[in-house]
């Protein structure tokens, strides 16, 4: 788990400057139960996402 996380940090500093506060919060709620891998996935769909939809 410690190397997942030093592995994920900087990608989720980037993504948390990019996408907007609500989507954290979100995120927070959801990841109470999941891994920071499937954290730091799904917060790269999300963006996709929204890149895709122009928001």
């Known amino acids: 788990m410690?190397?997942?996380?030093?592995?994920?940090?900087?990608?989720l500093d980037e993504l948390r400057s990019?996408?907007?506060p609500?989507?954290?919060e979100q995120a927070k709620a959801w990841a109470s139960g999941q891994t920071l891998d499937d954290v730091v996935d799904w917060l790269q769909q999300a963006?996709?996402?929204?890149?895709?939809s122009g928001l």
């Not at 410690?2 to 990608?11: G, S």
């Not at 963006?47 to 895709?52: G, I, P, Q, T």
């Open 2 to 11: 410690a190397r997942d996380k030093l592995y994920n940090q900087p990608l």
């Open 18 to 20: 990019e996408l907007p």
């Open 22 to 24: 609500a989507l954290f």
């Open 47 to 52: 963006n996709d996402h929204s890149r895709a």
